[in-house]
């Protein structure tokens, strides 16, 4: 069994809300075969186990009493059919030095994913996505393991079930580990212009290393780079509402962002936590990021992971009781033991 005591492994540069509280044991692995010796070495002694990437979507509220699986297992294979590129992609290769890699490699496709932090593994569990483009758009299949048995599987596109920052690797196969992706890029690039702020880049002699540059700009000014302000991204994910709420809103809320989703209203949160006047809102060290109001950022990288939720709590409830909306983390929560079900701490307020 694990012994409280000896808790005594950082994992402060190991998640970017940069919260200070530490594992009973971390090991980095470079290899499929060592992860599975490890996984079964500390289930076996009742370890609970988790696996990270980069740490750039979790907060952990306190000290984990068990294993932390640190995913280095790099590798990238490049085969091509007559219309695609097929890129094969271990688990622990970087996202954002993948993208870099395609576009140099005159493979395009992933620019507008330029800038995402974390490792390619943890990129189909939330489906990442911006500026108009997500994984779902090129992900041909996941290989994952169960590390028990070594029973590898390879889910197809159409089996990951992928959402709006969802798919079925957060609801099944909770036992099994994400060992590569497979990604298929047209070797025909149209560039993907449909977002708001890339409309102007509308011009015919545009590049995808131009697209690449100007996301990244994009980026740099509104999101805060966690190695200054501890973050994970958007706290929340930007929530889908009824069409019949969605006009009762903008009746009253005219100037209220949306876009429709066949017949549903997506709405802007952080124009909702704007509404509720937390843009630039600062308690004990933990502030709504002025320039982007779904970012909470960890100001002094002192806070606790606790400190954090709370501000989140408050925000949950603020705009759920403004708009009969009750945002949805988009974060994984950490405990003593591993993930906690966020709605323990986020309910409904009737
Ligand atoms: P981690 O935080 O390490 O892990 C996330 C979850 O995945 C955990 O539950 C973990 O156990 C699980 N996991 C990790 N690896 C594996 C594996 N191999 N097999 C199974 N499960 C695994 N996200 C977007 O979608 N779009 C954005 O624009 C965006 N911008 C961001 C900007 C900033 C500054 C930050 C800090 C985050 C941003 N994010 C964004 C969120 C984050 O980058 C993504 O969720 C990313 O995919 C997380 O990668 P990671 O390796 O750090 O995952
Ligand atoms: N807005 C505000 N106030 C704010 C922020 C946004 O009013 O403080 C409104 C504005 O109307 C703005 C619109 O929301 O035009 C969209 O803002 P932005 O382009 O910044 O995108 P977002 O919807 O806030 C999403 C993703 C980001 C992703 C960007 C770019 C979610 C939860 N977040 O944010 O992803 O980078 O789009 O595509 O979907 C993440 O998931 O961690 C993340 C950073």
Redesign the pocket.
């Known amino acids: 069994m694990y012994k409280k005591k000896t808790c005594k492994y950082s994992l402060k540069k190991l998640n970017t809300f940069n919260i200070n509280v530490n594992a009973s044991k971390i090991v980095q692995v470079k290899e499929l075969k060592q992860l599975c010796l490890l996984y079964n070495k500390y289930k076996k002694k009742n370890f609970p186990c988790i696996i990270l990437g980069e740490g750039s979507?979790v907060l952990f509220l306190k000290n984990f009493y068990g294993l932390v699986i640190i995913n280095r297992i790099k590798g990238i294979y490049i085969s091509e059919s007559k219309k695609y590129w097929n890129l094969h992609i271990n688990s622990g290769e970087n996202w954002h030095k993948l993208v870099k890699f395609t576009i140099k490699n005159k493979i395009y496709g992933l620019e507008n994913l330029a800038l995402?932090p974390g490792r390619v593994g943890s990129a189909p569990v939330?489906n990442?996505?911006?500026?108009?483009a997500s994984i779902q758009n090129f992900c041909e299949y996941v290989d994952i393991i169960n590390p028990s048995s070594k029973k590898i599987k390879r889910i197809n596109k159409k089996k990951c079930n992928f959402k709006?920052?969802d798919s079925i690797f957060k609801y099944s196969y909770k036992n099994y580990i994400i060992i590569a992706v497979g990604l298929s890029l047209s070797k025909k690039w149209v560039p993907n212009l449909n977002?708001?702020?890339l409309k102007k880049l509308k011009y015919s002699n545009i590049t995808p290393q131009l697209i690449f540059n100007y996301i990244c700009n994009l980026?740099k000014k509104?999101?805060p780079n966690p190695k200054i302000y501890g973050n994970?991204?958007?706290f929340?994910?930007?929530p889908v509402i009824s069409h019949i709420l969605g006009f009762k809103l903008l009746k009253i809320f005219s100037d209220m962002?949306f876009t429709l989703e066949k017949n549903n209203f997506k709405l802007?949160?952080?124009?909702l936590?704007?509404k509720c006047k937390f843009?630039g809102y600062i308690r004990k060290g933990v502030m709504v990021y002025p320039?982007?109001?779904?970012?909470i950022i960890n100001k002094f990288n002192n806070s606790s992971g606790m400190d954090i939720l709370k501000l989140a709590i408050k925000i949950y409830n603020a705009v759920g009781k403004k708009f009969e909306v009750w945002l949805e983390p988009?974060i994984k929560i950490i405990g003593n033991y591993g993930e906690i079900n966020p709605y323990i701490f986020f309910k409904k307020i009737r």
Not at 268 to 271: L, M
Not at 291 to 295: A, Y
């Open positions: 979507n995402i939330q990442i996505g911006a500026y108009g709006y920052r977002y708001n702020d980026r509104k999101i994970a991204g958007s929340f994910k930007n962002p802007s949160a952080g124009w936590i704007d843009k320039r982007q109001s779904l970012i988009e």
